[in-house]
Each structure stands twice: as structure tokens, then as C-alpha cells.
Nanobody, 117 residues
Framework: QVQLVESGGGLVQAGQSLRLSCAGS????????MGWYRQAPGKQRELVAR???????NYADSVRGRFTISRDNAKNSVYLQMNSLKPEDTAVYYC???????????WGQGTQVTVSS
């Protein structure tokens, strides 16, 4: 069983920064692909950024150049540094883990990010 716990959300003004953290349990963390997704009210959940076990990353076009995903396998943690935040970044952000064989998927409970204009 894997548990993912997000933290770091909050209310900021446009142009400011936030850093989200996700702490995971379980021995599969280091071999898993980790991701951050978000869901705004009335919209579908969408991929924000993803990082593989080897450190390869990919980003949504809307956040590329502003957000950075990173991981620390020693701490079973993944991070999302969000700079130059915009009101349209407002959403609940979820941490996601896809196991090494891609046969298991876990989600965190989500953390709210609100960006005021």
C-alpha cells in the first residue's frame, strides 16, 4: 500500500511562487513515475508535470518554463516549484504515482492552490 500526502498549497497573488511537496510511503517510490495533476472547478483533471524514475520530465504547455518538477528518492518525495503563478493556475493539485510496471496507480488527497489577480 502506498500513501501520498501533498502539502504546500495556499493563496498567493499573481506573479508569486509556491512549492508543492508530496511525501510517499512504500518501497516502490524510487522506481515509479511521479506526476502532478490539477483540477479546476468544472474542468477535467489534467497533467501538469511528470518525472520518471530516471529523471526525465515533461510538462503541460501551459506551465512549461514556469514550473519545475523534481524528486528526492531518498526522502520518497516529489516537488513542484511553481513560479510566475497566474489566476488560471488555480486548482486542486494532486500527486500521482505510477508503479514501475505501470500496473498500479496511486493518488494523493490534493492540495488547493489559489492565485488571485
Amino acid at each position: 500500500q502506498v500513501q501520498l500526502v501533498e502539502s504546500g498549497g495556499g493563496l498567493v497573488q499573481a506573479g508569486q511562487s509556491l512549492r508543492l511537496s508530496c511525501a510517499g510511503s512504500g518501497s516502490i517510490f524510487s522506481g515509479s513515475t511521479m506526476g502532478w495533476y490539477r483540477q479546476a472547478p468544472g474542468k477535467q483533471r489534467e497533467l501538469v508535470a511528470r518525472i520518471t524514475s530516471g529523471g526525465n520530465t515533461n510538462y503541460a504547455d501551459s506551465v512549461r518554463g514556469r514550473f519545475t518538477i523534481s524528486r528526492d528518492n531518498a526522502k520518497n518525495s516529489v516537488y513542484l516549484q511553481m513560479n510566475s503563478l497566474k489566476p488560471e493556475d488555480t486548482a486542486v493539485y494532486y500527486c500521482n504515482l505510477v508503479g514501475p510496471l505501470r500496473d498500479i496507480v496511486y493518488w494523493g488527497q490534493g492540495t488547493q492552490v489559489t492565485v488571485s489577480s
